[in-house]
């Protein structure tokens, strides 16, 4: 996941969950609670959980600010500040997923009602495009349904 941060100068931080290292990605599970899981902080960023990515956020700049406490850490504004996008390559994995699901019951249904969903939360929406036809459904890409309406 990548979050994103819009600072008070109007430049944009970008933290991805993937260059976190463990003791952040445990100092991030003890500070929401001690008993979070990843996958679940994981589903929380999906969310949009603003404690979740305050945390990423946390961890990051505890390696500048070793002291920086996270009950005192705020982002204000977070609703226009913060977002949490997901990488091609946890779309991929998504898309792969739902595929093996799809074609054990040949229907493509089901990948279309997740894609509006993948296109939102995808960090460049013409990703979810390039991965439906890296699986070889390039009918279900938002060009050939354009192009079919």
């Known amino acids: 996941m990548i979050i994103t941060h819009v600072q008070d100068d109007g430049t944009e ?9 463990a003791l952040e990605a445990a100092a991030i599970e003890e500070a929401m609670g001690g008993d979070v899981p990843w996958r679940s902080i994981e589903a929380r960023l999906q969310a949009q959980d603003p404690t979740a990515m305050r ?7 505890r390696r500048d600010e070793p002291d920086l406490s996270f009950k005192t850490f705020d982002v204000p504004g977070w609703r226009r500040r913060l977002k949490a996008r997901i990488t091609r390559a946890e779309m991929d994995e998504v898309l792969t997923n739902i595929m093996r699901e799809a074609l054990a019951r040949n229907e493509d249904s089901t990948i ?3 894609t509006p969903h993948l296109r939102k939360l995808a960090e ?3 990703d979810v495009d390039a991965a439906l036809a890296a699986l070889g459904k390039d009918h279900l890409t938002r060009r050939q349904k354009e192009q079919k309406g």
């Open 13 to 21: 931080q970008r933290v991805n969950t993937d260059d976190l290292s």
């Open 55 to 61: 945390a990423v956020l946390w961890a990051v700049r």
């Open 112 to 114: 279309d009602v997740i």
């Open 124 to 126: 460049d929406p013409d």
